[in-house]
Each structure stands twice: as structure tokens, then as C-alpha cells.
């Protein structure tokens, strides 16, 4: 089981940024794919941006929802196990809970290219977005 732990979130205006960070205990894997899903109060959580690696990290392509293309960037530093989400140009609904997950094992690629949360082995406990208008 992985470890993971969120940090960055918080509250900004429309139209600020916030950065993510989500450090892992370790990387066991050859491949895997890690992402950022957000879940809003009575809404199902949905995927933002995944990134799948492969190779031993030699390898990677990334996804994203189309409602945050353009805006969000997903990146990695290897040498920390740590993924970052860089969210630029806020909206009010981006505001939600945000998690990191990890998939270790299966159809990883898949995981990565449609995220669907029950794919995902293991979670972080999340760290608040609220975006003002």
C-alpha cells in the first residue's frame, strides 16, 4: 500500500492559482498511474488530471477532464514521489475536496486515459479547493 498526503489547497479568488502537491511514501511499481480527482458536497468524485508512467519513470502522457484543459497541468518531480496539479484561471466550480490516488496493478493505462475512482488502489485524505466569485 502507498502512503499518499496532499498539501496546497485553499481559498482564492476567481481567476488565481493554486499548486497541489501530493507526496508518496514510494513508488514500487514499474508502472502506475497517479491522478488528482475532486468530489463537491452531493456530487460523485470525478477524475481532473491523471498522469500514467511507465518504464521506470522513463515514460509518461497525461489526461485531463475537458472542464479543466487549458488551465490544470499535472507534473511529477521523481526524485521527490512527489505530483503536483497546477491550477490556473479558478472558477467558483472548480471549488471541491481534491484527492490523489494511485492505480498499481491492472488495466493501468485505461485508468489513466477515463479515471474512475473504484480503479484507484490507493487515496490520500484530500485537501480543500475553494474558489470565491
Known amino acids: 500500500q502507498v502512503r499518499l498526503v496532499e498539501s496546497g489547497g485553499g481559498s482564492v479568488q476567481a481567476g488565481g492559482s493554486l499548486r497541489l502537491s501530493c507526496v508518496a511514501s514510494e513508488y514500487t511499481s514499474n508502472r502506475y498511474c497517479m491522478g488528482w480527482f475532486r468530489q463537491a458536497p452531493g456530487k460523485e468524485r470525478e477524475g481532473v488530471a491523471t498522469?500514467?508512467?511507465?518504464?521506470?519513470?522513463?515514460?509518461?502522457?497525461?489526461f485531463y477532464a475537458d472542464s479543466v484543459k487549458g488551465r490544470f497541468t499535472i507534473s511529477q518531480d521523481n526524485a521527490k514521489n512527489t505530483m503536483y496539479l497546477e491550477m490556473n484561471s479558478l472558477k467558483p466550480e472548480d471549488t471541491s475536496m481534491y484527492y490523489c490516488?494511485?492505480?498499481?496493478?491492472?488495466?493501468?493505462?485505461?485508468?489513466?486515459?477515463?479515471?474512475?475512482?473504484?480503479?484507484?488502489?490507493?487515496w490520500g485524505r484530500g485537501t480543500q479547493v475553494t474558489v470565491s466569485s
Open positions: 490516488a494511485v492505480d498499481r496493478d491492472g488495466d493501468i493505462w485505461n485508468s489513466c486515459r477515463a479515471p474512475r475512482p473504484e480503479r484507484f488502489d490507493d
Open positions: 498522469i500514467y508512467t511507465a518504464e521506470f519513470r522513463a515514460t509518461f502522457e497525461t
